[in-house]
């Protein structure tokens, strides 16, 4: 059996005991939360720890719908197709809420029009990861090879986050990188320690639990300064000054929810953001509780919206 198929036996098991808990604890319908990623993601792990707290909170089973592929524009396109009611919802990250509107042409929705937000789920962070076979071991240095090799430090992206970072980078610290597009973590992860690729970014539990194994390097995180969930590891933004990306997700629904009932599942979210056992849970992925109210939780996707569509405008983006 290969791993893909192991982590999809894992989810679904973890969907079944989820399910079976909270029909135990005897509650009403299902609430369905479609996530834009595959099994087995540090996002879907996440997720599944809070909705865990959140259907015990709440008496009412809370199954996960895995719906990865587009950015997220298939996951966005199922919640519009659902009843305002409550009873699907989704995690909204930083790509389908506040990237794809600079990276993506013709997008088929609209964050103000086409989405209740119910408040912020996590906030998480990157680790950018080079291959043992390029001569550097610090960001700074990672910078200065790149700027002395310009058009010839390939950088790999898979998704629309990555794409805008590395824009980024090449923006705030004047590089040119060879930007090379993938279609997976993995893929791009299993390059970058073969050396067939020089650098990408990845998700902060697969870049700490690579360096560890000593199959590439890590520099920096994509934070704004350190944090206790990387000991040793600096900010990106101590070299380059304003290059930080906080990978969040929030929980939102279809457009038109009811106020009372975006009320009370905010209340359910932040109790377990805000419980012990699940803050505990959560650093094991090296991800932090972000509790808000929703009216907080529109403006920060409203900000970060306008913040990406100037970054990717600078760069050159353009939506295709």
């Known amino acids: 059996m ?15 005991l989820m399910a079976a808990t909270a029909f135990a604890q005897g509650g009403g319908e299902p609430i369905r939360i479609i996530i834009p990623l595959s099994p087995g993601t540090p996002s879907d792990f996440a997720t599944r720890i809070v909705a865990t707290a959140m259907g015990e909170n709440l008496k009412r089973p809370i199954i996960i719908d895995n719906k990865p592929g587009a950015n997220g524009i298939l996951a ?22 506040a990237l794809n509107v600079s990276v993506v042409k013709n997008l088929p929705y609209d964050t103000r029009k086409d989405v209740t937000p119910i408040g912020g789920i996590y906030n998480a962070f ?3 990861i080079v291959s043992n076979q390029l ?15 310009p058009g010839k430090v390939s950088a ?4 629309a986050l990555t794409k805008i970072q ?18 997976s973590t993995t893929t791009t992860a299993t390059d970058v320690m073969g050396g067939t690729l020089d650098v990408s970014i990845v998700d902060s539990a697969t870049a700490i639990n ?12 994509s934070l704004p300064e350190r944090s206790d969930l990387a000991p040793g590891l600096p900010a990106a933004s101590e070299t380059v000054p304003g290059l930080a990306v906080p990978a969040w997700s929030g929980l939102i629904g279809p457009a038109n929810m009811p106020a009372d009932v975006v009320q009370k599942l905010n209340a359910s979210l932040n109790a377990a953001l805000r419980d012990k056992a699940t803050i505990a849970k959560l650093a ?4 932090q509780p972000w509790p808000t109210t929703p009216e907080q939780f529109a403006k920060y996707i409203d900000a970060e919206t306008a913040r990406w569509k100037k970054v990717a405008q600078d760069a050159g983006i353009h939506p295709e």
């Open 166 to 183: 590395f824009a980024a980078l090449g923006r705030l610290a004047k590089v040119d990188l060879l930007m090379v597009p993938y279609k």
């Open 284 to 287: 094991e992925s090296a991800v």
């Open 210 to 221: 690579m360096a560890k194994g000593g199959k590439l390097k890590v520099l920096a995180i």
């Open 76 to 97: 966005m396109q199922e919640l519009m197709r659902s009843k305002p009611d409550g009873n699907t919802l989704m995690l909204g990250g930083i790509s389908p809420m």
């Open 135 to 149: 001569p550097v071991n610090s960001f700074a240095e990672f910078v200065a090879y790149a700027k002395k090799n």
């Open 156 to 159: 790999g992206h898979y998704s």
């Open 126 to 128: 990157q680790g950018y």
């Open 2 to 16: 290969d791993k893909r198929t192991l982590l999809k036996a894992a989810a679904a098991l973890s969907l079944a």
